[in-house]
C-alpha cells in the first residue's frame, strides 16, 4: 500500500508540473451590446476546461449548450479554452472563473462589468411646459435603466443653470439606476417661450443625451383700469376703459360699483354719468381667463358740492350746562365748515363739533353749521339750543291807547319752560287771568312764547298814571317787565278829509288816464281806415306871428310869416319840406335841451292872449338858403325855456324881393335900430321886446289866405304852380287858431307865435 501511494503522488507531482495557466481571465468592463473574450490557456493539460458564472458551471463542451451567446474559442490541443460572450447584456453581468477539472486547477476571478446608458431623459409635462406666472415650479428631468446612473445637467437657452437638485434611485435588479434632476424656477411673464434642455450622460453614453422643452407662461389677465376724464363735475359722464392682456385668452368681464355688480355692463369698456358716490364708491372691472382672474378698482375725481353725513340734533339743557352739537359734511374738493348763531357773523368753530360751555339763556336760539366747498357750492343746517332758565319776558316799555276808548297793554314771556303764571300788577290791583271790572287778562300761546294781553275796556284819565307790572314764574325764578301807558291823541279830522280828497283825486287821475288811452285807440282804429301818410321832420312848416296890440293896424299890417313848403321828388305828394324846420336843424346844438313832446305840433307863445291869423301858402320861390341873424323873438314856451329869454329874428329880406312901402313907421324906426345889432351872437337886452318881429313885405304870390279844407279826402290833382298850397290845405294836421281880440292882451307891447302845422 505504501508503495501505490508514493506512485501516484509521483505521477499527480508530475502532471501537476506539466498543466499551468499560461492566461487567466481579467476583470473587464464592457458596454452592453458589445462582445467580450474571457481568455484562459492552460499549458500542458489534455484535460476538460469549465467556466463558472458567480459559481455556477455553465458546461464542459465547447459550444456551452443553454447558454446561445457564450461559446469557448481557441484550440484545445493548445490547451486556449477563452470564454466568448456575444453582446453582453446586463445579465452578463458577473464573475467569471476557468478550471481544469482533472488537474485540479482554477483561474484568478474576473469580474465582468456590462455598462448601460441611459435612456433618453424624459422632462415632466413636456415637450410644452405650462407654467403659471409668479409661482414656484420645479423642472424634472428624469433619465432611467443606466449602469451607472447617468449625470444630469440643465441648461435655459444654452445657459447652464446651477441650481438643479440631483437624486438617484436604484432599480429592482440591484444594478441599474433612475437619476433624477429637479430644476427649481419662479416663471415671469417675459419666461413664457424659453427653452430648457436636460443633458444625461454616464460611461455607456458619454456623448450624452438631452431633450429640450418650452415654458408657456401662463397667467391670470393684467389689467389697467382708467377713467376718463379723471376730474369731473358731478352729473357729467365719464368713460371707465378697462385694458387686459391674458395667457390664454380672456373669457370674461365683470363690472361693479361698491362690491354690486353692473348687470348691464359686459364689454371692456362702462360709460356713465357720475354723482358724488362715484367718489366713495370704486368701480372694479374683473376680467377672468382659464387660470384665474383679476380685480382692479378705482375711483373718479367727482366734485360736487356738500352732502350732509351726520345731522346735528337740537338740544335743550339747563341754565349752567354744557352743550354740543355735531354735524358731518362731505364734498369735493375739500369743503370748509362754520359753526354760527343766528343774528351773528362771528365763526364760532370750523370744527365738526360745536362746544357750548355753561350756557345761559343768551345762548339759546339757532346755530348754523355752513359747509363750504370752493367754487362748487354751500350748503347748511340749522340746530336749535333750548336753555331752560327763568322767564325771559319782553314789552314796549311805552304803549299807548285813545282815552275813553279800548286800550290793551302786551307783554311777551318767550323762555323755556313755558311760564307757570302771567300775573299784571297796577296800582291796588293783581290779575293774572279773567276780568275784573274795566280789566281783562287774555294769554295766547304761540312758537314764539306766551302773549298776556292786558286789556282795558274803557281807557280813564287815571290809567294813564300808572305803572304796569307784568311779572312771570317757572321752576327756574321769576321775570319781571314795567310798562306804561300813554295817551294818544285820536286822528285829526283834517287829516281824514285831506286823505278823502286825496284819495278822490288819485281816482280822478286813473278815470282820466284810462279815458285818454281809449280816445288814443279809438284815433288810431279811424286812421287804419283811412289813407295813411307818413311823416317827417320835412312834413312841418312853422309859422310867426307878431301882433302889436298898441299899434292900431289892418289886416294889411299884421302879417303872418309862413314858410313856404316845397314837395320833394322823392316823398309822397303828401308830404312837403319846410324851411324853417331847416333852420331849426342848424340850431339842434344850441337847443339840444328842446325835445318834442307832441311830436311834431309845437306851439310857442310869448304871451298867452294874442290873436292869430293862419295864411295858405301859394308859391315857392327855390331861392338860396335864408340867412338869419340873432334879434327879436318870441320868448319861448315853458317847455323850450323861461320866460325873458331873448328872442331871435329870422331874416327873409335877401330871399324874397321885399320893399318898405308896406311898412309902418313903427317897423321902419324898428328896422333902423336893429340895423347895427346883425352880427351873429348879439341879442337885444331891451326886456320889452321893443321893435318889431315882422317880416318885411315880400313877394306877391308868396303868400295867400289860408281856408280850412272842409274835407281831408285825398287829392288826385295837383297844379304845378299852386302845388304847395293844395298838399297844405290836403294835410290832416293843418291847424289854425281863431282869431283872439287884442283887447283880452295883459301886456302893452307886441306879443309872438310860432305855430308848427304837420
Known amino acids: 500500500m505504501t508503495a501505490l501511494y508514493l506512485i501516484f503522488c509521483l505521477m499527480a507531482t508530475a502532471a501537476t508540473q506539466a498543466a499551468y495557466f499560461s492566461q487567466q481571465p481579467q476583470d473587464q468592463v464592457v458596454i452592453s451590446g458589445q462582445s467580450v473574450t474571457l481568455p484562459c490557456v492552460i499549458v500542458g493539460y489534455r484535460g476538460m476546461v469549465q467556466w463558472t458564472k458567480d459559481g455556477l458551471a455553465l458546461g464542459g463542451e465547447r459550444d456551452l449548450p443553454g447558454w446561445t451567446r457564450y461559446s469557448l474559442m481557441g484550440d484545445p490541443l493548445s490547451g486556449e479554452h477563452s470564454l466568448l460572450i456575444d453582446s453582453a447584456e446586463l445579465v452578463d453581468d458577473a464573475v467569471y472563473e476557468c478550471q481544469a477539472t482533472q488537474a485540479g486547477l482554477r483561474s484568478h476571478r474576473a469580474k465582468l462589468t456590462v455598462l448601460v446608458p441611459p435612456s433618453d431623459p424624459v422632462v415632466e409635462g413636456g415637450p410644452v411646459v405650462r407654467l403659471k406666472a409668479h409661482t414656484p415650479h420645479n423642472l424634472t428631468c428624469r433619465a432611467s435603466g443606466a449602469k451607472p446612473a447617468a449625470e444630469i445637467t440643465w441648461y435655459r437657452d444654452g445657459e447652464v443653470m446651477e441650481s438643479a437638485i440631483y437624486s438617484k434611485i436604484p432599480l429592482e435588479?440591484?444594478?441599474r439606476e433612475a437619476a433624477i434632476s429637479m430644476l427649481p424656477i419662479v416663471p415671469e411673464d417675459s419666461d413664457s417661450g424659453r427653452t430648457y434642455t436636460c443633458r444625461v450622460l454616464n460611461p455607456a453614453a458619454p456623448a450624452g443625451r438631452q431633450t429640450s422643452v418650452t415654458i408657456n407662461v401662463q397667467h391670470p389677465p393684467s389689467v389697467t383700469l382708467s377713467v376718463q376724464p379723471q376730474t369731473v363735475a358731478e352729473g357729467a359722464k365719464v368713460l371707465f376703459i378697462c385694458s387686459a392682456s391674458a395667457n390664454p385668452e380672456i373669457t370674461g368681464y365683470r363690472w361693479s360699483k361698491g362690491g354690486v355688480p353692473i348687470s348691464e355692463a359686459n364689454g371692456d369698456s362702462l360709460e356713465v354719468t357720475v354723482d358724488y358716490s362715484y367718489f366713495t364708491d370704486p368701480v372694479s372691472c374683473e376680467v377672468s381667463n382659464s387660470v384665474g382672474s383679476t380685480n382692479v378698482s378705482t375711483l373718479v375725481d367727482v366734485q360736487f358740492g356738500p352732502r350732509l353725513l351726520s345731522e346735528p340734533k337740537p338740544m335743550t339743557v339747563d341754565i349752567g350746562m354744557d352743550a354740543a352739537f355735531t354735524c358731518a359734511w362731505t364734498g369735493n374738493p375739500p369743503l370748509t365748515l362754520a359753526w354760527t348763531k343766528h343774528g351773528s357773523s362771528v365763526v364760532l368753530s370750523n370744527g365738526n363739533t360745536l362746544?357750548?360751555?355753561?350756557?345761559?339763556?343768551?345762548?339759546?336760539?339757532?346755530?348754523?353749521?355752513?359747509?363750504?366747498?370752493?367754487?362748487?357750492?354751500?350748503?347748511?343746517?340749522?340746530?336749535?339750543l333750548t336753555v331752560n332758565g327763568p322767564p325771559i319776558i319782553t314789552a314796549d316799555a311805552t304803549q299807548h291807547a285813545v282815552k275813553h276808548s279800548k286800550g290793551k297793554l302786551e307783554c311777551r314771556v318767550g323762555s323755556s319752560p313755558p311760564p307757570d303764571k302771567i300775573v299784571w300788577t297796577f296800582g291796588d290791583m293783581s290779575l293774572s287771568s279773567g276780568s275784573s271790572g274795566r280789566y281783562s287778562v287774555q294769554t295766547v300761546t304761540s312758537d314764539h312764547g306766551v302773549v298776556s294781553s292786558l286789556v282795558l275796556s274803557e281807557t280813564l284819565a287815571q290809567d294813564f298814571q300808572l305803572r304796569y307790572n307784568c311779572t312771570a314764574w317757572n321752576r327756574f325764578g321769576t321775570g319781571t317787565a314795567l310798562v306804561t301807558l300813554k295817551e294818544q291823541e285820536a286822528l285829526p279830522l283834517l287829516i281824514i278829509v285831506g286823505g278823502a280828497v286825496g284819495g278822490g283825486c288819485v281816482l280822478l287821475i286813473c278815470v282820466i288816464t284810462l279815458v285818454s288811452l281809449c280816445c288814443r285807440h279809438t284815433g288810431k282804429g279811424e286812421l287804419n281806415g283811412k289813407r295813411c301818410t307818413r311823416l317827417s321832420k320835412s312834413d312841418i312848416r312853422v309859422q310867426i306871428v307878431h301882433s302889436d296890440h298898441n299899434a292900431t293896424r289892418g289886416n294889411d299890417d299884421e302879417e303872418d310869416v309862413k314858410e313856404p313848403m316845397a314837395p320833394n321828388?322823392?316823398?309822397?305828394?303828401g308830404t312837403s319840406r319846410t324851411e324853417h324846420s331847416d333852420l331849426l336843424e342848424e340850431e339842434e346844438d344850441e337847443r339840444s335841451d328842446i325835445k318834442d313832446p307832441t311830436n311834431g305840433y309845437y306851439n310857442v307863445r310869448g304871451h298867452e292872449d294874442r290873436h292869430i291869423r293862419s295864411s295858405g301858402f301859394s308859391e315857392y320861390v327855390p331861392n338860396a338858403r335864408p340867412v338869419y341873424t340873432p334879434s327879436q323873438l318870441p320868448s319861448p314856451s315853458p317847455i323850450?325855456?323861461?320866460?325873458?329869454?331873448?328872442?331871435?329874428?329870422?331874416?327873409?329880406?335877401?330871399?324874397?324881393?321885399?320893399?318898405?312901402?308896406?311898412?309902418?313907421?313903427?317897423?321902419?324906426?324898428?328896422?333902423?335900430?336893429?340895423?347895427?345889432?346883425?352880427?351873429?351872437?348879439?341879442?337885444?337886452t331891451d326886456p320889452n321886446y321893443s321893435g318889431s318881429a315882422y317880416l318885411p313885405a315880400t313877394y306877391g304870390r308868396a303868400f295867400t289866405s289860408y281856408v280850412k279844407p272842409s274835407s281831408y279826402e285825398k287829392v288826385d290833382a295837383y297844379d304845378q304852380s299852386d302845388q304847395a298850397s293844395k298838399v297844405s290845405s290836403s294835410s290832416?294836421?293843418?291847424?289854425?287858431?281863431?282869431?283872439?281880440s287884442s283887447q283880452q292882451s295883459d301886456?302893452?307891447?307886441?306879443?309872438q307865435r310860432m305855430q308848427t302845422h304837420v
Open 173 to 175: 435588479d440591484g444594478k
Open 355 to 384: 362746544q357750548l360751555k355753561a350756557v345761559t339763556q343768551e345762548d339759546a336760539g339757532t346755530y348754523t353749521c355752513k359747509a363750504i366747498v370752493p367754487r362748487i357750492g354751500v350748503a347748511e343746517r340749522d340746530v336749535t
Open 569 to 573: 321828388s322823392s316823398e309822397s305828394p
Open 640 to 684: 323850450y325855456g323861461q320866460h325873458g329869454t331873448q328872442p331871435r329874428v329870422y331874416d327873409f329880406n335877401h330871399r324874397y324881393a321885399t320893399t318898405t312901402a308896406g311898412r309902418t313907421a313903427y317897423e321902419q324906426q324898428q328896422a333902423a335900430q336893429q340895423q347895427p345889432a346883425q352880427p351873429a351872437g348879439i341879442y337885444p
Open 732 to 740: 290832416r294836421f293843418s291847424y289854425a287858431s281863431s282869431q283872439v
Open 747 to 751: 301886456y302893452g307891447r307886441p306879443s
